[in-house]
């Protein structure tokens, strides 16, 4: 007789996910603490990338005394699919489950990637909010001494302002990013200090409905 293997749905994904995250917890908090890093992608990143083609993972102590397992979306279409998986976590004493990469407490917003870094704690935004506070775009300033390579301005930006607001946020009501080069932020009518960015948005968003 022939058996006909039917393709894993989301749900099936999800169950996958958590079934070894609860059965391996002690070897995935090992292999974390030890920083071996090529098996905790070898055995994570494919029931993963199950779940959602872009999503991604990772790990962190963040605002919580446990370890914390992230499902980071990546985009936002991903966003209901993390959430949803996140819902279904298993109660794994010592574990802690985000569907998305919380904000980070920074004492200075400095960032290394691709070959090179950059310090945002002078860099200035303006915002453009739309259908009365469903989203808004984030025009952001810096000057040369505190500029990252021109082949890196959107990278930096969307590390920036994920850092500050937290990637759910970034990528549920945040629309367009756009980076520019200034002689004076100083200058710029109406910007305000990056490190405001987040107090300024809790009050322009409208509430989710």
């Not at 030890?34 to 905790?40: P, S, T």
């Not at 200035?124 to 909010?129: E, I, K």
């Not at 000057?143 to 930096?156: I, K, V």
């Not at 946020?169 to 100083?186: A, N, S």
């Amino acid at each position: 007789m022939l058996c006909i293997r039917q393709p894993m749905t989301k749900n099936d994904s999800v169950f996958e996910l958590w079934n070894f995250f609860s059965s391996n917890a002690k070897e995935i908090k090992a292999a974390y603490d030890a920083e071996n890093y090529d098996w905790l992608d070898g055995k994570l990143s494919p029931l993963v990338k199950a779940i959602a083609e872009d999503m991604n993972w990772e790990f962190g102590p963040y605002h919580h005394p446990d370890n914390t397992f992230v499902l980071s979306p990546t985009v936002r279409e991903n966003l209901p699919a993390s959430r949803a998986a996140v819902a279904q976590a298993p109660d794994i004493p010592g574990w802690f489950f985000e569907p998305a990469k919380p904000a980070k407490e920074l004492l200075s917003l400095f960032f290394e990637a691709e070959g090179s870094s950059v310090c945002a704690d002078e860099w200035r935004y303006r915002l453009t909010s739309y259908n009365s506070g469903e989203f808004v775009d984030i025009e952001i300033f810096y000057d040369s001494s505190t500029s990252p390579l021109a082949a890196h301005e959107q990278m930096f930006c969307e590390l920036v302002v994920e850092a500050i607001l937290g990637e759910e946020l970034r990528l549920d009501r945040v629309g367009y990013l756009k980076p520019t080069l200034v002689l004076d932020v100083g200058a710029i009518e109406n910007a305000s200090k990056i490190r405001y960015l987040k107090e300024h948005l809790d009050e322009v968003l409208a509430p989710i409905q």
